[in-house]
């Protein structure tokens, strides 16, 4: 798995409303969180994204911009569902997950693992938590503070 310290690994894809995304046109910059999450419409995803989506207007103070990344197909409606004002996009072929080497869940699941990356374009934060899908939130948000405040973003 990509570790904190490593710089992010670089890509370009098309998120769910047809616009390209390519991470090194971000950062330099502005940090980015990049969510992996197993799928669109399930409890634990939902409730994910909602909370990403909640705390939206904080990241945006941050100066943050939000990617939610899954293997499925339903990323239009999804955002739409809950009105998500950030990025997703569809990792169908699972060239992402790879790339960040995102691990499996009890393996068979795709990992719920989010990576904060700053603006130099350098991972500071990994948060893989599975089940505790509000970690990811709050240890995004307290790591983006940190690189705010000029402190070490590692937990």
């Known amino acids: 798995m990509v570790a904190e310290g490593d710089p992010a690994p670089d890509f370009t894809a098309t998120d769910c409303d ?7 046109a971000v950062t330099p910059g502005r940090p ?22 909640d705390a939206a207007a904080d990241f945006g103070t941050l100066d943050a911009e939000i990617v939610g990344i899954s293997g ?28 960040y080497a ?6 068979v699941l795709p990992g719920r693992v989010t990576y904060v ?12 938590a599975a089940l505790d899908v509000a970690a990811h939130v709050k240890g995004a948000r307290e790591a983006l503070e940190a690189l705010r405040a000029g402190a070490p973003a590692a937990e």
């Open 18 to 24: 047809g616009a390209s995304f390519r991470l090194s």
């Open 102 to 107: 995102v691990p499996s869940t009890l393996w």
């Open 32 to 53: 980015v969180v990049l969510y992996f999450y197993p799928r669109s419409f399930t409890p634990g995803c939902t409730a994910q994204a909602c909370a990403f989506r």
């Open 72 to 99: 499925d197909a339903a990323h239009a409606a999804f955002k739409a569902a809950h009105r998500l004002p950030f990025r997703l996009i569809s990792d169908a072929n699972g060239a992402l997950r790879s790339l």
């Open 117 to 128: 990356v700053d603006a130099r374009g350098v991972v500071v934060r990994v948060i893989s």
